[in-house]
């Protein structure tokens, strides 16, 4: 079944010539019999065949399977007209409750009032050298990384009700800074570290797979609901008390305990081409994440805002929870896939890995 045995076979012949010195190149093109041509021909008709064949399956299928959100602005201007700009903050019966603004945040937080958010979530740019569609972040020094911090903390902190519960995204460099600074504004009361797999390997150094996720509180009387953000997990060991299962369940799909979860968060993947929530924005958080610190930190219709907006994912997915939202996102390309996300969030409340009121591990098909 290999019809191109005998042309291999020939062509290898001439070249262990070749090899030898007894016969150049051209000479062995020379050699070649009517037979060898016509199967040579064949033989790349073949593999002309199979790559599209390849092709086909595996490119094709993948763009058709491929979900990400790319909308280009002269498309989008729709979305972008739902939005609300900086000159509209300024007028008076201007409602903020389920918006997104596109707008500098350093220019609309003024106009936003005191004690709006019952919850706000911030991921601002990491201090590394990275472009946000076309507009480059620039890696600063600690001293001005410190100092822009403090900016954005001394322009938002106003929005957080007393008792309003607030987390900051950062990588384990700017960690070192925010975690720090954080204090100044809030009680610092946890650092979650999320695993999140995915990253770049590097030469000299550990690859960069994990995140910080810091956790504070305008006071102490704060909201925590422990049992709205339990983790689904497979039974190892599975303990009996009096023939009774301890602690965990058996369903149809196998042994499972729910359990608290800790601040080590390693059942979330980075949103990818085949899930619906995914966009084309380099630093898109998954809505699982921000599902959990929404559950955790707010009640239905309490209002979550977010500043640095992004994709939209933390108003997405207060949406999808029943909760309000507002956010503010200077890109005009992130603000349209963001509004088309918040629309398509109008039919479709999944949030992958989450299901039955539960988290559910990594990979867990759910
Ligand atoms: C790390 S990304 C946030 C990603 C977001 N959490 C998501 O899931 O898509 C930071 C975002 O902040 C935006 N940004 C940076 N500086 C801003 C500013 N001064 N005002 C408003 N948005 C800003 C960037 O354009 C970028 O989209």
Request: some cysteine.
């Given at each position: 079944m290999r019809p191109w045995r005998n042309w291999q076979t020939r062509t290898f012949e001439g070249r262990v010539g070749d090899r030898a010195g007894s016969s150049p190149a051209g000479r062995t093109i020379k050699k070649m019999s009517h037979r060898s041509r016509s199967d040579a021909i064949f033989f790349m008709y073949y593999v002309g065949i199979r790559t599209k064949m390849w092709y086909d399956y595996h490119v094709m299928n993948e763009s058709h399977r491929n979900k990400t959100i790319n909308t280009e602005i002269a498309d989008g201007k729709a979305y972008l007209n739902a939005c609300l700009r900086l000159e509209d903050l300024a007028?008076?019966?201007?409602?903020?409750?389920?918006s997104l603004v596109c707008a500098d945040l350093f220019k609309a937080c003024k106009y936003v009032p005191d004690e709006l958010a019952d919850l706000m979530i911030l991921d601002p740019p990491y201090n590394l050298t990275k472009e946000y569609n076309g507009e480059n972040f620039s890696k600063m020094n600690a001293a001005d990384y410190e100092a822009y911090t403090r900016r954005w903390l001394d322009a938002t902190?106003?929005?957080?009700?007393?008792g309003g519960s607030i987390y900051v995204c950062c990588d384990w460099e700017s960690s070192l800074i925010i975690g720090r600074v954080l204090g100044d504004y809030y009680t610092v009361r946890n650092r979650i570290t999320w695993q999140r797999e995915k990253g770049r390997g590097a030469k000299s150094n550990w690859k960069n797979s994990m995140e910080d996720i810091w956790f504070a509180t305008k006071g102490d009387d704060y909201l925590f609901n422990?049992?709205?953000?339990k983790l689904r997990r497979k039974v190892i060991a599975p303990y009996r008390e009096d023939g009774h299962p301890k602690d965990w369940e058996e369903t149809e799909d196998g042994k499972f305990r729910d359990t608290h979860p800790s601040n080590?968060?390693?059942d979330i993947t980075v949103p990818f081409?085949?899930?619906?929530?995914?966009?084309?924005?380099?630093a898109q958080k998954p809505e699982k994440l921000m599902a959990r610190l929404i559950l955790a930190s707010t009640n239905k219709g309490d209002l979550i805002f977010d500043?640095?907006?992004?994709?939209?994912t933390s108003c997405v997915t207060a949406k999808k929870l029943g909760r309000h939202y507002m956010g503010i996102e200077k890109d005009e390309r992130y603000c349209i896939w963001a509004q088309q996300r918040l629309e398509m969030a109008d039919t479709d409340h999944r949030i992958q890995g989450y299901e039955e009121g539960v988290f559910w591990e990594r990979n867990a098909r759910r």
């Open positions: 007028g008076k019966d201007i409602c903020l409750i389920d902190s106003h929005i957080l009700k007393t422990i049992d709205d953000v080590f968060w390693d081409w085949s899930m619906s929530e995914n966009t084309a924005h380099p500043p640095f907006a992004g994709s939209g």
